[in-house]
């Protein structure tokens, strides 16, 4: 039976099988490894069809790296439970089927610099904006930058490295171990917490001030 797909039907599947090629490819081999041919045989074409669709394998891997975090609007969200909120899905992406091109993007980030860019992009595009909606805007970006510490660090050592007791928590664990710290970048004060480091440092000095003081009242004059 002839094939009844149109044109664009037909490149639509064609896009779609490099893609999945690619993604398949560069979580395996990394983006440095991975070559045009190698994705091209995985998808039963010709390289020069990669070529037509995505023009170089920068333009292959901006379009294989495309993910959409979704993440929570903490404007809506109870202030309580912001932390979990973010965790929870944290976890709905690597646990599930939807962790490929992150995997991707954190094995190849520390040896390649335009993974590493794209990482930079979603942390811009999605984390930041997320954060921003809560909190003081000035300071979204540090409280932005302490969370994806945070996540990226437990998505290296639970997917990547897979180190044993950070693979052997369960969901409810890492939940109830995360979520407060998340919590606590979340609702944290920079500012806030400069003064409160500088008046307890205020706080130490005269109190040694005042003991030194009362040592001296303590001693008899000369000549007593």
Known sequence: MPDQQTPARRSDATK?????????????????????RA??????????????????K????????????????????DPNTMGELLIRRFLEIWEGNGNTVLLIL??????DEAVAARFREIFAD????????????????????????QLLGLALCRYILRLPPVVALTPQQIVADIAPT?????????????????????????????RRLAEGADRPADGE
């Open 16 to 36: 779609a099988a490099i893609l999945a090629a690619a993604r398949a490819r560069f979580a395996a081999d990394g983006y440095a490894k991975a070559t045009i």
């Open 39 to 56: 994705i091209a045989a995985d998808a039963g074409i010709d390289p020069s069809m990669v070529m037509r669709y995505f023009g170089s």
């Open 126 to 149: 999605q984390v930041l904006p997320a954060v921003l909606r809560f909190g003081t805007p000035a300071d979204a970006p540090r409280r932005a930058a302490l969370i994806v510490t």
């Open 106 to 111: 954190l094995r190849s980030s520390i040896t």
């Open 58 to 77: 920068d333009g292959l891997f901006a379009a294989a790296a495309q993910i959409d975090l979704d993440l929570p609007d903490l404007s809506a969200a």
């Open 182 to 210: 998340l919590q606590r970048y979340l609702t944290s004060d920079g500012h806030a917490e400069l003064f409160e480091a500088a008046a307890g440092h205020v706080l130490d000095v005269s109190g040694e001030s005042n």
